[in-house]
């Protein structure tokens, strides 16, 4: 009885570590996923075309600016279409995933003109909150920005 109860432990804790394995592994790509998408918005704003961007934001979208105004997905868009950026970049871009939910962090630069002609030379952290949704696809609901003083 007792051995049988060891191995039956054993075998537990056996599958247990493989699907922690399999987790791992699937988060990873899931990180790698999210940060390609937040690379494909980046390069997408810099081009001041907001099409690529836009099947990336979930219809609900809130986006809270370093000046601390909420705006939706269509302004959002609207905004990343009137910007003219020199320099438009992200970097130390870190990934978390929990379940269906990933939070996304980084750094940006960006040096050019916002959506209503004013100079921007900024450095700003960011975190984006992004679900996945019931069609496999990954969608960004929210994203925040403060400005980092230098």
Same mark, same amino acid.
């Given at each position: 009885?007792? @051995? ?39 390069? $997408? ?36 279409? $009137? ?38 030379? $900024?450095?700003? @952290? ?15 609901? $929210? ?8």
């Amino acid at each position: 009885m007792k @051995r049988t109860l060891v191995w039956c432990a054993v075998a537990l804790m056996s599958l247990m570590v493989a699907a922690q394995t399999k987790d791992n592994k699937m988060g990873g790509g899931t990180e790698q996923a999210i940060a390609g998408l937040e690379q494909q918005w980046a390069d $997408a704003s810099k081009a001041s075309n907001p099409e690529p961007i836009a099947p990336l934001l979930a219809d609900n979208f809130v986006n809270t600016g370093s000046d601390g105004k909420v705006i939706g997905k269509a302004e959002t868009l609207a905004h990343i279409k $009137a910007a003219k950026w020199e320099t438009n970049q992200i970097s130390d871009v870190k990934v978390t995933v929990f379940g269906n939910t990933a939070i996304a962090t980084g750094d940006w630069a960006g040096k050019g003109t916002d959506e209503n002609g004013k100079p921007v030379d $900024a450095h700003e @952290r960011w975190t984006d909150t992004w679900l996945k949704m019931s069609d496999g696809k990954w969608q960004c609901v $929210a994203s925040h920005s403060s400005t980092i003083k230098m």
